[in-house]
């Protein structure tokens, strides 16, 4: 297999480049042949929908000069109209900053406007040739007189088609689909994280936290493969498109039998804006500077990427907030472990008072030797059950007294817990924190 190679590295930063990246395409390229990229952004020199551009070489006059005659005429380039398709213009320029290198590995490739921003590249690369969608992003974005990223998505489909057709034409294997499904949902914490671009996140309405057939999933299922919809815009960082093609490699390993423990299964507090349509940017780290949160991230994150960082901290306010947390826990925990003694002494007082009925009732059966068999004799004289000798010296007792008798009995054996010894005695309630997270 061979494994094309970002332009402009040096010898050092290649061969390190090609040590971390190569066990990830290889993971990818195990699934899927070909990947689909959607750029989306607005251009500032596109005019709306309708796609027109402003004519580079007349600057929208319409007129070029021509110095052999030494008058105007019509530019050529727009045929005097000073605005041109930009689409059809945008991809033509793209493809001419690209080397064949790179459009020998490019099967499809169009330029339109999308609805949420005024302008969309969508591609198909070869998955061995992922490390030239850095060529193109940037081929991309040279083409814009400024661009901004407001509304935008970046999505990155995993095509199984053995030609990168889209939608394609093999299905998914539905056993090893059920299993991504259930396995990778435990771990949408952690690719939410991943998925940010400069510390910072958008929106969760078109892109929410399951994988699904809905389109608006941050994992969309598409006939033979699979649509990443989670990851934010990195026009303005090329490379952050490696840390997604980590991510895309670590959860294709459950595209297969392999399994995560269902002790990941969670439940993430999310803020109620990432719920609405606003794409205001807001802080990654906002997500998780929640115990329950950044729990669930130091967690699941190993599955997704063990090697990016997670710097997240907690303020004191919210420590100690945690703190009375625990404590509120800790309490409501030694309530139930009491509830539980007594509920056991209950029960044991129960079953001994039953015995003893029963015991009362075959030592009547030993008065009147005739309705016993001799072996039933030598059974009920071998009988070691529980017989307090102060109950056995009396042939006849009061129920009540015999109850209160024998619960006294077993109180005397509880120990009776303080809530500080209980706590202290306790190594691990929920957490247990140390200074700060």
């Not at 129960?350 to 068999?373: H, M």
């Amino acid at each position: 297999m061979k494994i094309e190679v970002p332009t402009g590295y040096n010898d050092k930063k290649l061969t390190d480049w090609l040590n971390e990246m190569t066990p990830y395409i290889k993971q990818i390229s195990a699934v899927a042949p070909y990947m689909k990229f959607e750029l989306e952004a607005n251009f500032h020199n596109i005019d709306g929908s309708e796609g027109s551009q402003t004519c580079y070489d007349c600057e929208g006059s319409g007129e070029e000069y021509i110095e052999e005659t030494n008058e105007y005429d019509d530019c050529s380039t727009c045929n005097g109209y000073g605005t041109l398709d930009a689409f059809e213009e945008l991809k033509t320029r793209i493809e001419s900053n690209l080397p064949d290198s790179v459009l020998d590995n490019i099967t499809f490739m169009k330029a339109y406007y999308d609805s949420s921003v005024n302008c969309e590249l969508t591609f198909t690369i070869k998955t061995t040739a992922l490390a030239q969608v850095v060529d193109v992003i940037k081929a991309f974005t040279d083409c814009a007189d400024g661009y901004d990223t407001n509304n935008a998505g970046f999505h990155i489909a995993v095509l199984t088609d053995k030609n990168g057709k889209y939608p394609c034409d093999t299905l998914l294997d539905e056993n090893k689909l059920e299993n991504f499904k259930y396995n990778v949902t435990k771990i949408l914490p952690a690719i939410l994280y991943a998925s940010a671009n400069h510390g910072t996140t958008r929106s969760l309405y078109y892109r929410q936290l399951q994988i699904s057939e809905q389109k608006y999933s941050a994992i969309h299922i598409i006939r033979g493969g699979f649509e990443y919809r989670v990851f934010e815009p990195c026009l303005d960082n090329p490379e952050k498109v490696f840390d997604y093609i980590k991510v895309i490699a670590n959860t294709l390993k459950y595209y297969s039998k392999r399994k995560i423990s269902d002790k990941l299964a969670y439940t993430l507090e999310l803020p109620g804006r990432l719920a609405d349509t606003d794409y205001t940017k807001t802080s990654i780290k906002s997500i998780f500077q929640d115990i329950n949160n950044l729990t669930i991230l130091r967690k699941t994150m190993p599955y997704v990427d063990k090697d990016l960082p997670i710097k997240i901290t907690l303020s004191d306010k919210q420590l100690a907030k945690i703190q009375h947390k625990q404590y509120i826990k800790a309490v409501a925990k030694y309530q139930a472990h009491l509830q539980d003694i007594q509920d056991s002494i209950r029960a044991r007082i129960k079953r001994d008072y039953l015995d003893y009925l029963e015991y009362q009732r075959q030592s009547d059966r030993l008065r009147d030797l005739t309705k016993i068999t001799a072996q039933e004799y030598v059974d009920i004289q071998n009988n070691k059950k529980y017989k307090p000798e102060s109950l056995l010296t009396t042939d006849t007792v009061d129920k009540k007294d015999l109850y209160n008798r024998v619960a006294e009995y077993h109180r005397n054996r509880v120990r009776e817990y303080h809530i500080d010894e209980f706590m202290r005695s306790t190594s691990k309630i929920e957490f247990k924190i140390e200074g700060r997270v």
